[in-house]
């Protein structure tokens, strides 16, 4: 465990350090008015994505240990200068301020830690797993292949790919614990570019940490920043994205603003969505300070074209690849292009789902006005996860109403606002609504200050009991939903309990991963999860419905041309959806090992 | 005179009130939904919308 740790650790450390190369340029095309402080977070934030961006381009050509190192060393030999910096920044800051207050820093370091430990554990469950189905089998199967390419059995796998691709990297150098391990740098990178915006939106050093401490143990944020899920990261590149677009003066900084607008787009779908609305606001910012004149025009045009062309290669190659930009074709999109493994049947199928997850919490006009009391108190209900803390309702008005006079906070309001309806009429999955959670929490500590400015007593006191209460509730929240990973890290006998218990199949798994005569394995079965094989596979239907052969046979079909498709062994089971699909005498199969519910026969 | 500088006394003894009053509200609804895990609550009409 100890050697594992460290392995994932060194990798974790190599990457932070290739980021802070990567990105050092950046600081230079930030607004002059930034802090030191808003331009290392910028910087590293940005150093992540480009670091990803490289290793994607690369990977479309190689991807293997070599190119990854190679990579990655040129960007950490661009990290002396910056590395040097940063380490003296650090020293002169905690010299000269100290001054960090205390609760909040102790709740950040608590969950941060928490992560850590839970992250540490094992990656288990079944393919209803985002982690498991296809965050980490593309990077898995990249780095098998040699090569960056769609898996064709699970079409998420063809999502953009920011952070999977340095999940891909950490797996080369760190190993399998790098990826879940990295769930705290994810977070931190969260928090640094929160604490940019709430610093920009009136709030000191102090009042940053507490958005921290608010932030962290929101259970929703904490469940989609962590666990190899890519939602944290997201918001972070929409947040800085509007850091700097509403301040940006000249052409570069709004190149800059386009950069991270296409960082977001390079890491989920809804980022799309997103670019048009961060544009329009930085515009009206703009607008608000010098008037509306033709040159907005020209920088909105290098904005557009920084974001499509950080963004461009993940479309493009879905496009060429594929046969659709975006892919799975989302609702509206089917009919004007034709995706390869996908028939109409399937991505109507696919729809229907998008429909029915993405309902949440209602649609309609009063579902969206009880959104503020649903998102609050009944996040259990739907894909809440647990819910964002009480600050955001209770405290967030009053720091809205207290930030009237900043047009940085009175824009990030109405952005807030913007990304809300379109998550609302799109997909209404709670994760996907981190950045607005964390404007919840940047209004939540305005208004704190704001009650407690205004009030007498009783105010002060009713307002830290929501902020102690909403900390306490997450930090519960969080433990219950991550104690059996920290728990599997001390226990080696829990941790294979819990092996057994969440890795579906896991007896076959073993079996055909240490057995050296297994090539190629046919696996039957839709919805067991190929990323435990760590052999050659075929799966004639992937868990959407993916037909990945030519011409789509069945499962059935393949496995009379076993022989041909070169497969050893075949691996068959019976779920709750579906029963043993070989015959028990068949011809030509010998049945070589068989647990509950699982058989694996060797071709003969 | 007077006058005005009474509304805004009023005014400022009001705003404090409306301010605590709203985060007894969201305070109260929290302990009796999410920790009491009141079924009557739970049930209202106003929450069954959720899915």
């Known amino acids: 465990m100890l050697i594992l740790a460290l392995k994932a650790s060194f990798s974790i450390v190599v990457l932070g350090v290739a980021a802070l190369g990567a990105g050092a340029w950046i600081q230079d095309a930030l607004p002059s008015t930034f802090t030191r402080f808003d331009r290392w977070a910028c910087a590293w934030l940005g150093g992540f994505g480009l670091l990803s961006?490289?290793?994607f381009l690369i990977g479309q050509w190689k991807f293997t240990l070599t190119t990854i190192v190679a990579t990655i060393c040129i960007a950490v030999a661009g990290a002396a200068r910056p590395l040097r910096e940063l380490l003296g920044s650090i020293h002169r800051g905690w010299r000269s301020e100290g001054q960090i207050p205390r609760v909040p820093l102790i709740v950040v370091l608590v969950v941060l830690l928490f992560t850590c430990a839970a992250g540490m554990a094992e990656i288990t469950g079944g393919s209803g797993s985002d982690t498991v189905a296809y965050h980490l089998l593309g990077p898995k199967i990249w780095l098998r292949?040699?090569?960056?390419?769609?898996?064709?059995?699970?079409?998420?796998?063809?999502?953009?790919?920011?952070?999977?691709?340095?999940?891909?990297?950490?797996?080369?150098?760190?190993?399998?614990?790098?990826?879940?391990?990295?769930?705290?740098?994810?977070?931190?990178?969260?928090?640094?570019?929160?604490?940019?915006?709430?610093?920009?939106?009136?709030?000191?050093?102090?009042?940053?940490?507490?958005?921290?401490?608010?932030?962290?143990?929101?259970?929703?944020?904490?469940?989609?920043?962590?666990?190899?899920?890519?939602?944290?990261?997201?918001?972070?590149?929409?947040?800085?994205?509007?850091?700097?677009?509403?301040?940006a003066q000249r052409l570069k900084e709004w190149a800059m603003f386009g950069m991270f607008c296409g960082l977001a787009m390079s890491t989920k779908y809804p980022g799309l969505l997103a670019l048009p609305l961060l544009i329009f606001c930085a515009i009206m910012m703009r607008a608000d300070k010098d008037g509306l004149r033709f040159g907005v025009v020209e920088k909105v045009g290098i904005t557009v074209v920084a974001a499509c062309s950080v963004s461009a290669i993940y479309y493009v190659r879905d496009w060429v690849l594929l046969g659709c930009p975006i892919y799975p074709p989302p609702p509206?999109?089917?009919?004007?292009?034709?995706?390869?493994?996908?028939?109409?049947?399937?991505?109507a199928q696919f729809h229907s789902y998008i429909y029915q997850r993405g309902a949440?919490?209602?649609?309609?006009?009063?579902?969206?006005?009880?959104?503020?009391?649903?998102?609050?108190?009944?996040?259990?209900?739907?894909?809440?996860?647990?819910?964002?803390?009480?600050?955001p309702l209770a405290l967030g008005p009053l720091g809205i109403i207290a930030s009237r006079r900043n047009s940085f906070a009175k824009m990030m309001v109405i952005l807030g606002l913007l990304l809300t309806v379109v998550w609302f009429v799109t997909q209404q999955e709670s994760r996907f609504l981190i950045e607005v959670y964390v404007m919840g929490a940047i209004y939540g500590v305005v208004g704190w200050r704001y009650a407690v400015s205004n009030g007498r007593q009783f105010s002060r006191l009713l307002a830290g009991t929501i902020v102690v209460l909403s900390i306490a509730y997450g930090l519960f929240m969080i433990r219950r939903a991550d104690s059996e990973g920290v728990r599997a890290d001390f226990s080696a006998a829990f941790a294979r309990e819990r092996r057994y218990e969440e890795i579906p199949f896991l007896e076959s798994f073993e079996f055909l991963n240490r057995e050296p005569s297994v090539r190629k394995v046919l696996i039957l079965d839709?919805?067991?999860?190929?990323?435990?094989?760590?052999?050659?596979?075929?799966?004639?239907?992937?868990?959407?419905?993916?037909r990945t052969l030519p011409g789509g046979p069945d499962p059935l079909e393949v496995l009379e041309r076993a022989r041909d498709l070169n497969i050893s062994h075949v691996l068959d089971v019976s779920s709750e959806i579906a029963p043993f699909q070989v015959k028990e005498k068949a011809s030509g199969l010998t049945l070589v090992f068989e647990a509950i519910n699982q058989r694996v026969y060797r071709v003969n | 005179?007077?006058?005005?500088?009474?509304?805004?006394?009023?005014?400022?003894?009001?705003?404090?009130?409306?301010?605590?009053?709203?985060?007894?509200?969201?305070?109260?609804?929290?302990?009796?939904?999410?920790?009491?895990?009141s079924n009557m609550i739970r049930?209202?009409?106003?929450?069954?919308?959720?899915h």
Request: with cysteine.
């Open chain 1, 332 to 347: 509206g999109f089917a009919p004007i292009c034709s995706p390869k493994y996908l028939s109409p049947n399937v991505v």
């Open chain 1, 53 to 55: 961006l490289a290793l």
């Open chain 1, 526 to 546: 839709r919805f067991v999860p190929p990323y435990y094989c760590d052999k050659d596979y075929i799966k004639p239907v992937g868990q959407w419905g993916e």
């Open chain 1, 145 to 247: 292949e040699g090569i960056i390419r769609p898996v064709p059995d699970n079409s998420h796998t063809a999502f953009p790919q920011t952070a999977e691709t340095l999940y891909s990297a950490l797996f080369a150098i760190g190993g399998t614990r790098a990826p879940g391990l990295f769930s705290f740098v994810m977070l931190g990178l969260l928090l640094l570019a929160s604490a940019s915006v709430a610093t920009r939106c009136g709030l000191d050093s102090t009042g940053a940490w507490w958005v921290a401490a608010l932030l962290v143990t929101m259970p929703a944020v904490y469940a989609g920043t962590t666990n190899c899920f890519v939602d944290g990261l997201y918001a972070a590149f929409v947040l800085v994205a509007a850091r700097i677009g509403f301040d």
């Open chain 1, 360 to 391: 949440g919490l209602g649609r309609g006009l009063v579902a969206f006005l009880l959104l503020p009391f649903n998102l609050t108190y009944h996040t259990s209900n739907f894909h809440g996860a647990g819910g964002i803390g009480l600050c």
């Open chain 2, 43 to 50: 049930n209202l009409s106003f929450f069954r919308r959720v």
């Open chain 2, 1 to 37: 005179m007077n006058t005005a500088k009474h509304k805004e006394n009023e005014k400022s003894k009001l705003w404090p009130l409306i301010i605590q009053i709203w985060m007894i509200v969201v305070l109260m609804l929290f302990l009796l939904i999410r920790i009491l895990g």
